[in-house]
């Protein structure tokens, strides 16, 4: 098999080399009718960008979208004072050419991070649990668990190997992407390899971390991950399309997505893969509207007390310009909060509070292009266009 680093920012995901083949452009399209019904008037917010703005946008985004090779996208962008923005362009379904929709329903990967790290400081605020305690108090069995505290862990500090980039693990879930994969199971692939640095020494993206800190979720929170965050996070957060599937389940509608992270690096529909090997670290849907709203709430804190929040973004140097990660959550260029990728899909969703701005990227591939995840070049395409001080940098790693 063809090795890979599994080294993408921010990413519950896996690495391959091929980029997808550029699809037939179609133009851009308003948010279809469908999406009313779901979200109302809400949906339709009143006084767009204007349209010369908005047609500049949507040729920004049509020419990344043709030369990234992106299936479908939708974007989001809401600027109080100035207006909003709802555009879907290209395809969901590449064998149909069935048109992208605003109000699909997508995997958003590793922005379920910032979902268990706020049920993680909901349960500081609880004073259940101190970010300083040690993983070992929580969790059995990992490596050096007895230095590495929860902070470690949600700043992508502990030094744990990553799981994703154990070539058996690549090779066991690429071998049979359907399967079921569970906490422990995934864990033990990357205990197999020593720990890469001290606690605290380096930032390092690491799925492992975030699996650690759902299962002391769990343990303290008395429920199964997926239940304490609907009662604690979804529920007070209003998030109504919104869910932890415990399989491979995905509500309609949404589109088919496009990986090259195969085995044989050919492009395949990972629509139906079962997410559950990223777990508290990327399994989790949502839709373009919740996500509008959860980008304020994990910005300003709405769900946690002042003194908690502050530490949330008190973020540290990635080694990365623009960059700083806090606890789980990044911050690039004034915009706060995180991106998403696993096989056939990404996603950007951040705030930026100087503008009280709110972005939204939703696409069905995870194919690089140039090295590059294609979200993140949308979001700094996006972002030159209508924030030029504050230009989404989103990268961590060099590209592979």
Request: overall charge negative.
């Amino acid at each position: 098999m063809r090795r890979t680093s599994c080294r993408r920012p921010f990413a519950a995901t896996l690495l391959a080399a091929s980029l997808l083949a550029p699809v037939t452009a179609i133009p851009a399209t308003p948010v279809r009718a469908a999406g009313a019904d779901r979200y109302g008037e809400d949906h339709h917010p009143p006084g767009g960008l204007g349209p010369e703005l908005a047609a500049r946008l949507d040729r920004t985004i049509e020419d990344v979208r043709r030369q990234a090779g992106i299936p479908g996208v939708v974007v989001g962008l809401w600027m109080p004072g100035r207006g909003s923005y709802v555009r879907a362009t290209g395809v969901a379904d590449t064998a149909t050419r069935r048109p992208m929709a605003a109000d699909s329903f997508v995997r958003i990967g590793s922005e379920t991070k910032t979902f268990t790290v706020t049920a993680l400081l909901e349960l500081v605020d609880d004073g259940l649990v101190r970010l300083d305690d040690p993983i070992s108090a929580y969790v059995r069995g990992v490596p050096n668990g007895d230095r590495i505290t929860l902070r470690h862990l949600a700043e992508m500090r502990s030094g744990l190997f990553p799981y994703t980039s154990d070539p058996d693990f690549i090779h066991d879930l690429l071998s049979e992407p359907e399967r079921a994969f569970n906490p422990w199971e995934v864990l033990s692939y990357g205990y197999r390899h020593p720990n890469t640095f001290a606690p605290g020494e380096e930032f390092q993206y690491s799925n492992s971390n975030l699996v650690l800190l759902g299962l002391a979720v769990e343990k303290v929170g008395g429920q199964p991950l997926p239940d304490f965050l609907r009662r604690r996070v979804f529920r007070p957060a209003h998030l109504r399309h919104t869910l932890f599937p415990t399989g491979a389940e995905f509500p309609e509608p949404h589109p088919r997505g496009y990986t090259d992270q195969t085995l044989s690096g050919a492009t395949a529909d990972a629509t139906d893969w079962n997410p559950s090997w990223a777990w508290a670290a990327g399994a989790m849907i949502s839709d373009l509207q919740d996500l509008r709203h959860w980008a304020e709430v994990v910005a300003t804190g709405s769900l946690l007390s002042p003194e908690t929040q502050a530490q949330r973004l008190r973020t540290l140097p990635t080694g990365f310009p623009g960059t700083g990660y806090g606890l789980g959550i990044f911050e690039t260029n004034g915009w706060i909060g995180h991106n998403g990728s696993l096989p056939g899909y990404e996603t950007v969703t951040v705030y930026l509070p100087s503008q009280k701005a709110t972005l939204v990227i939703m696409i069905n591939t995870d194919s690089l292009s140039g090295g590059q995840e294609p979200s993140t070049l949308l979001a700094r395409a996006i972002t030159a266009v209508v924030t030029p001080d504050n230009v989404y940098a989103g990268q961590v790693v060099p590209p592979r």
